[in-house]
C-alpha cells in the first residue's frame, strides 16, 4: 500500500511558525511533483505550494514569502514551513504527490490531512 503520512499541524498564534512534514511510503519507484493544499472552513480545497524532483518551486500568492516548501528525496518526504502565520492561513493542510510505484502504475496520492490554527 502506497500512502502519504502527514505531522506537524498545530495551534499557533500570530505571527509564529510552524513546520509540516509528509512521507510517502510503500512500493514506491519514484515521486514526481510534491506539494501541499489546504482548505478552510466552509471553502474549496485550494493549492498551496509544489516542487518538482528536480527542486523547482512554485507558491500561491497568499503565501508567497512566509511559506518554504523543501523535500528530502531519499526520505520521500516533502516539508512545508510556514513563518509570519495569519489567521486565514487556518485550515486542514493537505499533502499531495505524484507516485509511479514499482509496478508501474501512477498515483496521485493525498494524505489524511492535518489542521493548522492560527489565533490568539
Known amino acids: 500500500q502506497v500512502q502519504l503520512v502527514e505531522a506537524g499541524g498545530g495551534l499557533v498564534q500570530p505571527g509564529g511558525s510552524l513546520r509540516l512534514s509528509c512521507a510517502a511510503s510503500g512500493s514506491i519507484f519514484s515521486i514526481n511533483r510534491m506539494g501541499w493544499y489546504r482548505q478552510a472552513p466552509g471553502k474549496e480545497r485550494e493549492f498551496v505550494a509544489r516542487?518538482?524532483?528536480?527542486?523547482?518551486?512554485n507558491y500561491a500568492d497568499a503565501v508567497k514569502g512566509r511559506f518554504t516548501i523543501s523535500r528530502d528525496n531519499a526520505k520521500n518526504t516533502v516539508y512545508l514551513q510556514m513563518n509570519s502565520l495569519k489567521p486565514e492561513d487556518t485550515a486542514v493542510y493537505y499533502c499531495n504527490a505524484l507516485v509511479v510505484t514499482v509496478s508501474d502504475r501512477s498515483l496521485e496520492l493525498w494524505g489524511q490531512g492535518t489542521l493548522v490554527t492560527v489565533s490568539s
Open positions: 516542487i518538482t524532483t528536480g527542486g523547482t518551486t
